[in-house]
């Protein structure tokens, strides 16, 4: 198993452009989690999913957008870009609520500037 | 509404002498907890989980946490430091009125001086 995967590892882009994270587990898990992490932060949610078709908003979504058309995958789409959406993105899943563990994928590093 | 609050955002240790990461958490539901840990430029590794059963709870690495309802604290604890132990840790709650959401502290830095 390949766990969770993240793509691309580092990004920096220009203010106003747009780009897609990618993030896909090979696990069949439910549960999927787009998070945030922004320096001497914790993770704040911005996205999450618990199964193909339904997606909620986290306490940070504005800005980004989600789609989960199959179990394995889980794209964050940032439309237009802002410096305050520089910050490093991990993509999780959970089998089910009761597991309760999260597997982190290893973090996407984007910079707008 | 939930939270976590790590109290110390750096610790600093000897190698080979104990280690006491604080986490306190505010929660009007059965709480389940978490520690992460995280290594340079890597993703986060669950250490240990409570889930209501025992209070003790017992995770990777020699690490183990303690719940305390009445404290409202889940501190996390390593008889003997080592250093692969430096790396940041992360103590997550999740409430069963949250459902599939997870809170995060902001973190505790642990430094391992040899």
């Known amino acids: 198993n390949a766990g969770v995967t993240q793509t691309p590892k580092f990004r920096i882009l220009k203010i106003g452009q747009s780009m897609t994270l990618q993030c896909a587990q090979d696990?069949?898990?439910?549960?999927m989690y787009w998070y945030r992490q922004d320096p001497g932060m914790g993770l704040k949610l911005i996205y999450y999913?618990?199964?193909?078709?339904?997606?909620d908003k986290g306490e940070v979504p504005n800005g980004y957008n989600v789609s989960r058309s199959t179990t394995e995958d889980f794209p964050l789409r940032l439309e237009l870009a802002a410096p305050s959406q520089t910050s490093v993105y991990f993509c999780a899943s959970l089998a089910q609520p009761s597991s309760y563990e999260q597997y982190f994928g290893p973090g996407t590093r984007l910079t707008v500037t | 509404a939930q939270s976590v609050t790590q109290l110390d955002s750096h610790v600093s240790v000897s190698e080979g002498t104990p280690v006491l990461l604080r986490c306190n958490y505010s929660s009007s539901y059965s709480p389940s907890l978490f520690w992460y840990v995280q290594h340079p430029n890597k993703g986060l590794q669950l250490l240990l989980k409570y889930t209501s059963a025992a209070t003790l709870v017992k995770g990777i690495n020699g690490f183990e946490a303690e719940f305390k309802k009445s404290e409202t604290s889940f501190h996390l604890t390593k008889p003997s430091a080592h250093m692969s132990d430096a790396a940041e840790y992360f103590c997550?709650?999740?409430?069963?009125?949250?459902?599939?959401?997870?809170?995060f502290g902001t973190g505790t830095s642990l430094t391992v001086i040899p």
């Open positions: 997550v709650v999740r409430t069963s009125n949250t459902g599939n959401q997870f809170y």
């Open positions: 999913s618990v199964g193909a078709g339904i997606t």
């Open positions: 696990m069949n898990h439910n549960y």
